[in-house]
């Protein structure tokens, strides 16, 4: 039996330590670029803080602890992990729509996209960043960093940690940390701007937009897509190489090989503080299974990306964090 300090010691922690779990998921999704390895690694961290609880001894702010905690533990994840990049970290678009598709590539960890709901309102980036802070193209400019980069850039710019905070939290010098953040600000700027505000729609002209794309998807109607893209979007699905730049190779490739009328079911969600799509697949007899997940790039009024993360075990993780039932509101069957 434990001890009742023991027990009070351990009640302590969870009511302490468990309110910054979204934001340290949201911490640690960004250093990796995994929203599985991210929720292992939270894991992993309050399993060690659990443990170290009682040599805490408040020599620092339990949040502040716990970042120590999450950082190092990604940080020593990453000596043996890639970095996980998009299609387009990778090679040229092609405007043509006729070009070979490569296959998929399994053997490449790309870049996962997060639901918004496994945050939370907690995240601090929700106050100091906007919704930039998950956005898939900072989460992708993140990866171009090295570890010890991305760890620094998201604690001083994302969290706003102090420097001191951050040279304690990685056990380095200020003067280390200064120079590695700008090191990872000059990186970013040599690899192009991240948008920090697109310019959404409001929430009610948003709704339209994408009941209109689920209904022009679902019914294979390329025509009325159209009319929702951009003339330069592009598109690109991951783990498939090959991605595509311009409205006529977007819609050609989408009309060519991917349109049919019956065989999608899509679920609007929200993901990396972007409008997204549970997408599930017909596989026949009046079944669908898990596809994956498409996440939209919206400026003003139009889609200026299409990411599409042709995953199955995605659609699991957004299952989880909230509603996947397809758009006729009949749950997906399973074989």
């Not at 678009?93 to 070979?100: E, G, L, N, Y």
């Not at 700027?189 to 009610?204: F, I, K, R, S, T």
């Not at 819609?251 to 009328?261: A, E, M, N, P, Y």
Request: net charge neutral; proline share 7%.
């Amino acid at each position: 039996m434990p001890s009742h300090a023991s027990y009070t010691s351990h009640t302590d922690f969870a009511a302490l330590a468990e309110p910054y779990r979204p934001e340290l998921l949201a911490h640690c999704y960004r250093i990796l670029g995994s929203i599985h390895d991210a929720e292992d690694l939270v894991q992993e961290t309050y399993l060690r803080a659990w443990r170290g609880y009682g040599r805490f001894e408040g020599r620092s702010s339990v949040r502040r602890w716990l970042y120590k905690i999450a950082t190092m533990a990604c940080l020593t994840a990453l000596e043996t992990r890639s970095r996980r990049p998009l299609p387009s970290g990778l090679g040229a678009p092609s405007d043509d729509h006729r070009v070979a598709v490569a296959d998929r590539d399994p053997s490449v960890p790309w870049l996962q996209p997060a639901p918004d709901s496994l945050f939370g309102a907690g995240d601090p980036a929700a106050v100091v960043a906007g919704r930039s802070g998950v956005r898939l193209a900072f989460i992708a400019a993140l990866q171009l960093l090295s570890a010890r980069q991305r760890a620094v850039l998201t604690l001083r710019d994302v969290l706003a940690f102090r420097t001191v905070e951050v040279a304690e939290i990685l056990d380095t010098t200020t003067a280390a940390v200064d120079s590695a953040l700008r090191r990872a600000r000059v990186r970013l700027a040599e690899a192009g701007p991240v948008e920090d505000d697109l310019g959404e729609p409001d929430e009610a002209a948003l709704r339209e937009l994408l009941d209109r794309y689920v209904d022009a998807f679902t019914r294979a109607d390329a025509d009325a897509l159209v009319e929702l893209l951009r003339a330069d979007v592009e598109m690109e699905m991951p783990p498939i190489p090959t991605w595509f730049t311009g409205r006529q190779a977007v819609i050609g490739f989408l009309s060519g090989r991917v349109l049919r009328g019956g065989r999608w079911r899509m679920v609007p969600t929200r993901a990396n503080g972007q409008p997204a799509l549970v997408v599930h697949k017909h596989v026949g007899g009046g079944l669908y299974e898990a596809y994956g997940v498409q996440v939209l790039t919206l400026i003003g009024a139009r889609i200026a990306r299409i990411t599409a993360f042709n995953d199955p075990s995605l659609v699991r993780v957004f299952a989880r964090s909230g509603p996947s039932a397809p758009v006729d509101g009949t749950a997906p069957r399973r074989r």
